[in-house]
């Protein structure tokens, strides 16, 4: 299941296996055009916590790998999003400015 970001910098964290702590962990990110990131660090929070401060710079899937001591451990899949885009959607379902077109069975939205 891919986790819920937005567009420019975020905060992703990774877990150690069993929770090892002192480890290098690294990883590549690939945008949603495929283009393979540079090799990023993470910063260790606390008991095998890692994290890093990404930036997505466009909305898209992006997926990731991380590495523990340059050995491969986990895949990473990121849904970037436009939040702007989500928060006018909510906002239109939630204030009932939409009817059910049944010849079509399309929702239609009024402004």
């Known amino acids: 299941m891919a986790e819920l970001y937005t567009i420019g910098v975020n905060r992703v964290f990774y877990k150690a296996e069993n929770f090892a702590a002192g480890k290098t962990v690294t990883a590549y990110f690939w945008s949603p055009t495929l283009v393979k990131s540079a090799l990023q ?19 898209g899937v992006y997926g990731g790998k991380f ?45």
């Open 41 to 59: 660090t993470l910063t260790e929070l606390e008991e095998g916590l890692y994290y890093i401060d990404y930036n997505f710079a466009v909305a």
């Open 67 to 111: 590495y523990e001591n340059g050995v491969g451990k986990a895949p990473g899949v990121f849904r970037v999003c436009g939040i702007e885009t989500d928060i006018t959607f909510l906002k239109d379902i939630e204030g009932g400015r939409w009817v059910i077109d049944k010849d079509v069975n399309q929702m239609i939205f009024y402004k």
